[in-house]
């Protein structure tokens, strides 16, 4: 079964700090990953995703995330926060074959303190 | 549209009546998402339309759960006989063909609040 493991709900970071949120997944065969955000009062967003291509992926906003098999991680990175930033992040995952939908993450608020 | 729509934004009812919650996804997109999201957890699927059809269901909780999607584009999220644990953020996605490795489209969601 596929599974994703978020780190921490809450997380808080100065301005200009590294932002890391950490997402740890189960599957037997690597799957395709994502990260979403989801900003106050406002639909879910695809930061990045990680499709077998490349295992450094850059998303939008400056966030990158690595595929790590031997850990079994995609940790999600920002080398400095923006106050803009502050939002609840999820991680996904989702087979490349077999099922239909993704599975997401609880998710984890981080707060970026002035 | 420019992205998904979700009506209403927010609803509430009482224990027990009938709701009904409905997406319009992109224009084209030929694969729809119901998600649920209740508070301080991420969301959790309930089903997946490909086209008219419901090609996975097996995220809805019961039989007080049904779906329709009958032209291919909006579609309609039923509950019946409504209790106080269905209250949960509704979350509808859309994306254009389906594929694993795709982008989901969402749209804000429905607020449904039962009394």
């Known amino acids: 079964a596929q599974s994703v493991t978020q780190l921490g709900s809450h997380v808080s970071v100065s301005e200009g700090a590294l932002v890391l949120l950490r997402c740890n997944y189960s599957?037997?065969?690597?799957?395709?990953l994502f990260w979403y955000v989801q900003y106050p009062n406002q639909g879910l967003q695809l930061l990045l995703k990680?499709?077998?291509?490349?295992?450094l992926v850059k998303g939008i906003n400056g966030f990158e995330a690595e595929f790590k098999k031997s850990e079994t991680s995609f940790h999600l990175t920002k080398p400095s926060a923006h106050m803009s930033d502050a939002a609840e992040y999820f991680c996904?995952?989702?087979?490349?074959?077999?099922?239909?939908?993704?599975?997401f993450g609880t998710g984890t608020r981080l707060t970026v303190i002035p | 549209g420019a992205g998904v729509s979700q009506t209403p934004s927010n609803k509430v009812t009482e224990k027990g009546k009938y709701v009904e919650l409905r997406c319009d996804p992109i224009s084209g997109h030929t694969a729809l998402y119901w998600y649920r999201q209740s508070l301080g957890q991420g969301p959790e699927f309930l089903i997946y339309?490909?086209?008219?059809?419901?090609?996975?269901d097996s995220g809805l909780p019961n039989d007080r759960f049904f779906a329709v999607r009958p032209e291919g584009s909006v579609s309609t999220l039923k509950i019946q006989r409504t209790e106080r644990g269905d209250s949960a953020v509704y979350l509808c996605?859309?994306?254009?063909?389906?594929?694993?490795?795709?982008?989901?489209?969402f749209g804000s969601g429905t607020q449904l609040s039962v009394l």
């Open positions: 996605a859309s994306s254009s063909s389906g594929s694993a490795n795709e982008k989901l489209f």
């Open positions: 599957s037997s065969v690597p799957p395709y």
């Open positions: 339309f490909q086209g008219t059809g419901a090609a996975d």
């Open positions: 990680y499709t077998s291509a490349a295992t």
């Open positions: 996904a995952v989702r087979p490349q074959a077999g099922a239909n939908n993704l599975f």
